[in-house]
C-alpha cells in the first residue's frame, strides 16, 4: 500500500546531469537567483550594495530581468504594485543595514495592504554577527529586529545550504493569505563564497488554503437570509481574492447593498443599482450602514479610513469574514469568520436563501443623491472637473496608482475604478511617495496597458529619482503631478485646526524642464485641457509627465461632530 507521504519526485535525466557537473564559477548569489527562477519569478527590484554584490553579479548568469531604482523605498514600492497586480510574490533585492531600513516604509505599506514582496537582504559577514560590535560598515546589532514588527515572517540563513528552503519558505508565507511581505537576510560571505551545491532546479511551493468553518457560514447564511435591512461592506480583501463576482452574484441574491472600502474599488459595480459606491466618508453612508439589521464585511478591518474614522456605530448582527486574524473583530464583535474572501463567499452562495427586497435600489438612491447634494453645496466644481478629466482619460482597464494627495482623497470616495485590481493607492499605512514608484512595478508586471500615476508635488519629490528609472526602462507611465506649491492636505488640516499652517510651503522646481532633463517628455496643462492633455500622453509610448496647476480643496468631513 502507498501513501502519500511515501512519494518522492525523482528528478530528471537533466536535473541528475546539472546536480554532478554544475557550472564553475558560482556562489551563494547564484542559490539566490537560481531557487528565484525556480519559484518562478520572471521580474526582480532592487538596488545594489557593498554586501549584496554576490546577488548582483549572480543575475548577469540567470534570465531574470532586473528592475533598478534609485532609491531603496521606491524600489519597494514598485515590488508592492508589481505583487498587487500579478499576485506573485516580488523579489526585492537589497543591502545591509542604511539599505535595507530605508525599504521599511514601503514595506509597511506592503503589509497594510497585504502585497506580496519577498525581500532579500544581505546581512554582515558571519564572523560579525551575535550582537558584538565588530565595527563592519553597515553593522546593525540585529537587522531582523527591525523588520519584525513590520514584515509578515523573517528568515534567516546563515549557510550556502539553507539558502533555498529559506527562499522557499518565505516565498509560500508571502504568497499564503493574507498576503504580505517577508523578509530574508543572507551573510556577506556566504553570498560570495563559491558554492559546491547544485543548481537548484526546482522549488514548487503550495501555499495554504484558507476555507470558513462551515458551522460560522452557515449561521451566517441564516442570518443574512432572514435580514430585512442586510447591506455588504466589500475590502481589499474582495479584490485580492478574485472574488468581485462571488461578492455581486450574493449581493444580488440577498437585495443587499454594497459600499466598497477605499482598498476595495472596483470590487462591485459602480453603476449598479445596489451600489453605494465609496463614499464611506460621508454621514449619510455611515447612517445607513448602522440601520443594517445585518451587516455583512468582507476583506475589511473596518479601520479608521473605512468607518468614517471610527465614528461608525453598527446596531446590528456584524458578520465579518477577514483572512488577517489579527483584523477579525479588532474593532467591533461581529461573527468572525478567518477564511479567504472567495471560498467564504462560495460558502455562502452555496447556503444563503434568495430574497428579495424592490425598495434597496430606492434606499440607495435616496443616500447617493443625499451626498451629492451634500458635496454640491460646497461650491467644489473644480475639483470635480479635475477627477471626471482623469476618469476620462484613462482607459477603463488601465491602472492607476494614487499618492497621499487631495486628488487621491477625492478618488477614493468619487472615482469609479471601473474593475477590479486597477486602482491602488497608499492608504494601507499612508506614507508619501507611493504613486510613480509603484506605477513603474505595475507597468513592468504588464506593459500591455499604460499606467498612470498621480500625486501632488509634495509626494513627487519623494520619488524624482526615478525618471531616470522609467527612462532607463522605457516603462509605459503617465505621470500627473498636481502641483499647487506645498503640501496640500497638511495645509487644510494645519489652518483648520490652528488658523493657518506651518512647514507646509513648497519651493518646487520647473517639473516640465526637470522631467525633459531625464529625457522624459513633459507637458504643462490646465483644468480646461487636461483630459485631452492627459489622454495623449497615455496613448504615446513609454514614459511621461503631465503637470497641473492647482489648488484643490478637500470636500468637508463629517465624522467631526
Known amino acids: 500500500m502507498t501513501h502519500d507521504h511515501d512519494l518522492v519526485l525523482r528528478p530528471t535525466a537533466a536535473q541528475t546531469e546539472a546536480a554532478l557537473n554544475p557550472p564553475p564559477g558560482r556562489n551563494g548569489g547564484d542559490l539566490v537567483v537560481e531557487t528565484l527562477a525556480g519559484l518562478g519569478a520572471t521580474t526582480v527590484f532592487g538596488l545594489p550594495g557593498q554586501h549584496a554584490l554576490g546577488m548582483f553579479d549572480a543575475l548577469r548568469r540567470s534570465d531574470l530581468r532586473y528592475i533598478g531604482l534609485r532609491v531603496e523605498n521606491n524600489a519597494g514600492f514598485a515590488a508592492d504594485a508589481y505583487g498587487r497586480i500579478t499576485g506573485e510574490a516580488a523579489p526585492l533585492l537589497l543591502s545591509t543595514g542604511p ?73 509560500t508565507s508571502a504568497l499564503t493569505v493574507p498576503h504580505g511581505p517577508v523578509w530574508v537576510e543572507i551573510p556577506q560571505d556566504v553570498l560570495l563564497s563559491e558554492t559546491p551545491i547544485p543548481v537548484v532546479t526546482g522549488g514548487d511551493t503550495f501555499p495554504e488554503e484558507l476555507p470558513p468553518r462551515p458551522e460560522l457560514t452557515a449561521v451566517a447564511a441564516d442570518l443574512l437570509s432572514r435580514a430585512e435591512r442586510p447591506a455588504i461592506i466589500a475590502g481589499g480583501g474582495v479584490v485580492r481574492a478574485d472574488a468581485s463576482g462571488k461578492l455581486r452574484q450574493l449581493a444580488e441574491r440577498l437585495a443587499a447593498p454594497v459600499v466598497t472600502t477605499f482598498g476595495g474599488k472596483g470590487a462591485f459595480p459602480w453603476t449598479h443599482p445596489l451600489s453605494l459606491q465609496s463614499w464611506l466618508e460621508d454621514r449619510h453612508t455611515t447612517d445607513f450602514l448602522e440601520d443594517a439589521d445585518v451587516l455583512l464585511v468582507v476583506g475589511s478591518g473596518l479601520g479608521e479610513l473605512s468607518s468614517n474614522y471610527h465614528t461608525f456605530k453598527p446596531r446590528g448582527r456584524v458578520v465579518q469574514i477577514e483572512a488577517d486574524l489579527g483584523k477579525l473583530e479588532s474593532n467591533h464583535p461581529a461573527l468572525g469568520i478567518h477564511a479567504d474572501a472567495r471560498l467564504a463567499l462560495q460558502a455562502l452562495l452555496e447556503t444563503v436563501d434568495e430574497r428579495t427586497d424592490p425598495t434597496a435600489p430606492e434606499r440607495v438612491r435616496t443616500v447617493l443623491d443625499r451626498v451629492r447634494e451634500r458635496i454640491a453645496a460646497q461650491e467644489l466644481t473644480l475639483e470635480q472637473d479635475v477627477l471626471a478629466s482623469v476618469r476620462g482619460a484613462l482607459l477603463p482597464g488601465a491602472p492607476s496608482f494614487w499618492d497621499m494627495t487631495i486628488l487621491a482623497y477625492w478618488a477614493w470616495s468619487a472615482f469609479d475604478a471601473k474593475a477590479p485590481n486597477t486602482m491602488h493607492s497608499a492608504q494601507g499605512a499612508g506614507g508619501l511617495g507611493y504613486g510613480f514608484p509603484a506605477a513603474l512595478g ?120
Open 99 to 171: 539599505g535595507a531600513l530605508t525599504s521599511l516604509a514601503a514595506l509597511q505599506e506592503a503589509r497594510a495592504a497585504s502585497a506580496p514582496v519577498l525581500a532579500i537582504s544581505s546581512q554582515i559577514p558571519t564572523a560579525g554577527l551575535g550582537g558584538g560590535r565588530h565595527g563592519y560598515l553597515h553593522e546593525l546589532p540585529d537587522q531582523a529586529a527591525s523588520f519584525r514588527g513590520v514584515v509578515k515572517s523573517v528568515h534567516t540563513v546563515r549557510t550556502q545550504s539553507q539558502i533555498p528552503s529559506a527562499i522557499a519558505e518565505a516565498w
Open 442 to 561: 505595475a507597468a513592468a508586471a504588464d506593459p500591455t496597458h499604460p499606467v498612470l500615476a498621480v500625486s501632488g508635488d509634495g509626494g513627487a519629490l519623494y520619488s524624482i529619482a526615478e525618471l531616470a528609472t522609467a527612462r532607463q526602462y522605457d516603462l509605459n507611465v503617465t505621470w500627473l503631478i498636481v502641483d499647487d506649491g506645498g503640501y496640500g492636505i497638511l495645509r487644510e488640516y494645519m489652518t483648520d485646526a490652528f488658523g493657518r499652517p506651518t512647514a507646509t510651503e513648497l519651493t518646487r522646481p520647473d517639473y516640465v524642464a526637470l522631467a525633459e532633463s531625464f529625457g522624459v517628455p513633459g507637458v504643462r496643462t490646465s483644468p480646461e485641457t487636461l483630459e485631452a492633455d492627459l489622454a495623449k500622453a497615455l496613448a504615446a509610448p513609454g514614459p511621461s509627465v503631465v503637470v497641473l496647476p492647482a489648488v484643490l480643496r478637500m470636500f468637508a468631513p463629517t465624522h467631526l461632530g
